[in-house]
């Protein structure tokens, strides 16, 4: 679906270049090849990035043409994405925060440490670690949270 309202102008276009001015293969300078112009929405407004491409030009380097993009873009947003990491961040706080994690009992006593068969499961239903077998599979227990016996 194309997008219908105008993009908000950036209230800030901070200048990103690649820390390393040597290539990695050959030790050659990377030239500045182009100037991407990358918009993203953070929590401070509206940011477009001017990023500075760097590229080695020795035909003999194995590296040859290959993109080197400012390490501080990582920082601010993962690629292909219009909202920085702090959105992402604040949108999975807020999504997950009336999420409350179940309550799990831990195998505690003598059967747990040795790991006994008999040793209740860790995600036991009811929540407690003393319940026992059902006697039967139609008699309602919490016979699904002791592990099967093997051998």
Same mark, same amino acid.
Do not use: Q
């Given at each position: 679906?194309?997008?219908?309202? %105008? ?17 990695? &293969? ?10 991407? +112009? %990358?918009?993203?929405? #953070?929590?401070?407004?509206? #940011? +477009? ?8 030009? &020795? ?5 040859? +043409? ?8 990582? +920082?601010?947003?993962?690629? &292909? &994405? ?70």
């Amino acid at each position: 679906m194309p997008k219908t309202a %105008r993009p908000s102008e950036p209230t800030r276009t901070p200048e990103l270049s690649p820390e390393r001015t040597a290539c990695a &293969h050959g030790g050659a300078y990377l030239r500045a090849d182009r100037v991407n +112009r %990358r918009t993203l929405t #953070t929590l401070d407004g509206v #940011t +477009r990035l001017n990023l500075t491409i760097r590229r080695c030009r &020795h035909e003999s380097c194995a590296a040859v +043409r290959r993109p080197y993009r400012p390490e501080a873009e990582g +920082r601010l947003a993962l690629p &292909h &994405h219009e909202f920085g990491l702090d959105v992402i961040a604040l949108v999975g706080r807020l999504r997950y925060a009336n999420t409350a994690p179940s309550p799990r009992s831990a195998p505690t006593g003598s059967d747990a440490a040795t790991g006994s068969p008999n040793a209740p499961s860790p995600t036991c239903s009811t929540g407690t670690t003393s319940c026992s077998p059902s006697p039967s599979p139609t008699t309602p227990g919490c016979g699904p949270c002791w592990p099967t016996r093997r051998g």
